[in-house]
């Protein structure tokens, strides 16, 4: 099992940037799929980015261009880079550990708390 903790979210003007961090504790992530989601109360966990081993990503297309998922299994660091960020962009923030294609919640089988992104207008 591993357990994952967020960190980098904040409250950013529309067009910054912002680094989200995810350190990786009880057994090394190298193996796993690693995915970003995204949340705002009342919905659904939606699908912003994955990695699967050093160069395999996908991203949600909205986020295309802007977003950029990496990972350091040397640390055992996922981090998600995010630029021109948009109001719409505002969520609860989640890193995870699975497997396979990582694009939907279920392919992940640990989650860390999340953490708040909010983008100003």
């Known amino acids: 099992q591993v357990q994952l903790v967020e960190s980098g979210g904040g409250l950013v003007q529309a067009g910054g940037s912002l680094r989200l961090s995810c350190a990786a504790s009880?057994?090394?992530?190298?193996?796993?799929?690693m995915g970003w989601f995204r949340q705002a109360p009342g919905k659904e966990r939606d699908f912003v980015a994955a990695?699967?081993?050093?160069?395999?990503?996908n991203y949600r297309d909205s986020v295309k261009g802007r977003f950029t998922i990496s990972r350091d299994n040397t640390k055992n660091m996922l981090y998600l880079q995010m630029d021109d960020l948009k109001p719409e962009d505002t969520d609860l923030y989640y890193c995870?550990?699975?497997w396979g294609l990582g694009i939907t919640p279920s392919a992940y089988v640990n989650w860390g708390q999340g953490t708040q992104v909010t983008v100003s207008s």
């Open positions: 990695m699967r081993g050093s160069s395999s990503t």
């Open positions: 995870a550990a699975g």
């Open positions: 009880g057994r090394s992530i190298s193996t796993y799929t």
